[in-house]
């Protein structure tokens, strides 16, 4: 299983309202916030939008092609917002969709979160279905995860086959492909 951390200062800004933007951190990385002893004893609701990812992308897609890399961008509403004890936050990617450690998120005026997702574009042409699922635990190895009610994001991405050009150069033929 894939964990990819939403940042660090995600989970600070979505929990604990510690302000807004940053970037992604390695894969499992970690932030400390706090909970309070509703969503101890209860957990979280997280409201997605969109509620699923429908996303298509030529393989190898190269920089001259628009939008670079490949994305897609989610808000999430996090209730309760407030919190008292550490928490850590992760987005479980089983089949490698996503590029770990590369999310940026923001928050708004109206407390809402938002996520650049980027697609991993390595992933041969095809079509990819599944689910992320956000994880919101109690410790940085996630052996105690909080009850999470949403915060699944089912997908379907459609990854077409690279683009190849074949052009011929002082009458001699050159193939490229991607």
Same mark, same amino acid.
């Given at each position: ?14 929990? $604990? ?6 970037? *992604? ?5 970690? !932030? ?7 969503? !101890? *004893? ?33 808000? #999430?509403?996090?209730?309760?917002? !407030? ?5 850590? =936050? ?10 770990? +450690? @590369?999310?940026?998120?923001? @928050?708004?005026?109206? *407390?809402?979160?938002?996520? @650049? ?23 940085? #190895? ?16 459609? =990854?077409?086959?690279?683009? $190849?050009?074949? #052009? @011929?150069?002082?009458? =001699?033929?050159?193939?490229?492909? +991607?």
């Amino acid at each position: 299983m894939r964990y990819a951390s939403l940042s660090a200062v995600v989970l600070c800004s979505t929990l $604990a309202g510690c302000g807004g933007g940053g970037g *992604g951190g390695a894969a499992g990385a970690t !932030s400390s916030g706090t909970v309070n002893a509703a969503a !101890s *004893g209860t957990g979280f609701t997280v409201s997605l939008t969109p509620a699923s990812i429908n996303a298509s992308f030529p393989a190898e897609q190269q920089a001259l092609q628009l939008p670079y890399p490949p994305n897609v961008d989610i808000t #999430a509403s996090v209730v309760p917002s !407030s919190v008292s004890t550490p928490v850590y =936050v992760y987005l479980v990617d089983p089949a490698g969709v996503l590029v770990l +450690g @590369k999310q940026t998120i923001t @928050k708004d005026s109206a *407390g809402h979160y938002s996520a @650049k997702l980027l697609f991993n574009q390595s992933l041969p042409a095809g079509t990819y279905t599944g689910k992320l699922q956000l994880q919101i635990c109690q410790d940085a #190895a996630c052996a105690t995860p909080y009850a999470v009610t949403g915060g699944t994001l089912p997908y379907t991405i459609t =990854v077409t086959p690279a683009i $190849a050009i074949s #052009a @011929k150069i002082n009458g =001699v033929a050159v193939a490229s492909s +991607g």
